[in-house]
């Protein structure tokens, strides 16, 4: 069925709401979501639509997720629009191929976390999610928490291997290809402790 995507993020609410209910002994005042390639897609639109969630973290989520669909790199709109149609709503396909532009990109997607903490993150050798792409929108919807006071991601250029940055939107890039790694946990343990307190 179409729309996988956002059945994901609806789950990831859902499992908050069943927390919340249910274990007493899990803090839901200090939940963040998480999700790695197509699951890092899902997370943003989790963490777009759910406040609750007060720090939204993407890892390598590439086209579709933090990387710009408009960008002609890597994982791209046509292909993934296309290919994994089961993952969006039916009516994303039609812009597919067509000449006329999506009215929307991933930077505003990112955006609607603010003034909440976002967290972007990408691999060196992970071309098909767009490392450079991920930046560039990442720094793009910084604009926003500017507007709260937050100095957002305010470098011009992608940062050295394996050094976070960021307030409000944190980035980093790893070495290495599509993937998960300790390396990337403890960026993300950092910065949840930066939010929530140790």
Same mark, same amino acid.
């Given at each position: 069925e179409y729309g996988a995507l956002s059945a994901w993020a609806w789950g990831d609410s859902r499992i908050l709401d069943t927390l919340q209910a249910a274990v007493p002994e899990v803090d839901c005042e200090r939940a963040a979501?998480? =999700?790695?390639? &197509?699951? =890092?897609k899902a997370a943003l639109w989790c963490g777009a639509n759910d406040e609750r969630f007060k720090l939204v973290i993407s890892n390598n989520s590439g086209c579709m997720g933090a990387s710009p669909?408009? &960008?002609k790199y890597g994982e791209q709109f046509n292909h993934t629009g296309i290919l994994h149609r089961f993952w969006f709503n039916e009516n994303l396909a039609r812009f597919a191929f067509s000449e006329t532009p999506l009215p929307v990109d991933q930077h505003q997607l990112l955006a609607m976390v603010a003034p909440r903490t976002l967290y972007v993150a990408s691999s060196s050798e992970d071309s098909g999610a767009d490392p450079m792409g991920e930046f560039?929108?990442? &720094?793009?919807?910084? @604009?926003?928490? @500017?507007?709260y006071g937050r100095a957002g991601l305010d470098i011009e250029e992608? #940062? #050295?291997? =394996? &050094?976070?940055c960021g307030d409000g939107v944190n980035y980093h890039? @790893?070495? =290495?290809?599509?993937?998960?790694t300790a390396e990337d946990w403890q960026h993300y343990y950092n910065c949840a402790d930066r939010v929530f307190g140790k």
């Open positions: 979501v998480i =999700g790695h390639s &197509r699951l =890092g669909s408009c &960008r560039l929108a990442a &720094r793009e919807a910084a @604009k926003v928490w @500017k507007l992608m #940062p #050295p291997l =394996g &050094r976070s890039i @790893k070495e =290495g290809n599509h993937s998960i």
